[in-house]
């Protein structure tokens, strides 16, 4: 998800006014920055290891089939987000893992 600074009416103080500030805000401009968003790889050559990585964790939750026979653009958001989950479960985990011992 990505959020976009929106300057809010310097009137509002509650987060709830400031919350209601920004939908409005976004629906008036019809909804277009939340359907312009892109999930960018941040390192181009970890491209091709993470699409990898996203087929290998769909299989292990059963979803193999489905995306290779429908495409992800097929997938609901319910399974896209058990994998994606998934995903970033097994990446904090080797993360975690190669901190152990280091110090900062």
């Known amino acids: 998800m990505q959020f976009y600074f929106v300057p809010c009416n310097p009137d509002i103080t509650s987060i709830e006014g400031k919350m209601a500030e ?3 805000i976004t629906a008036k401009k019809g909804g277009e920055k939340m359907a312009n968003r892109s999930n ?3 390192l181009p050559e970890a491209k091709q290891a993470l699409d990898s990585f996203k087929y290998e964790v769909a299989s292990e939750l ?3 089939s489905k995306v290779q026979s429908s495409g992800w653009s097929n997938m609901t958001s319910k399974e896209c987000g058990a994998v994606g989950g998934e995903m970033v479960k097994k990446m904090i985990a080797q993360a ?3 901190m152990v011992g280091k110090t900062k």
């Open 62 to 64: 059963g979803l193999s």
């Open 22 to 24: 920004i939908i409005r």
């Open 40 to 42: 960018k790889v941040l």
């Open 96 to 98: 975690q893992s190669s």
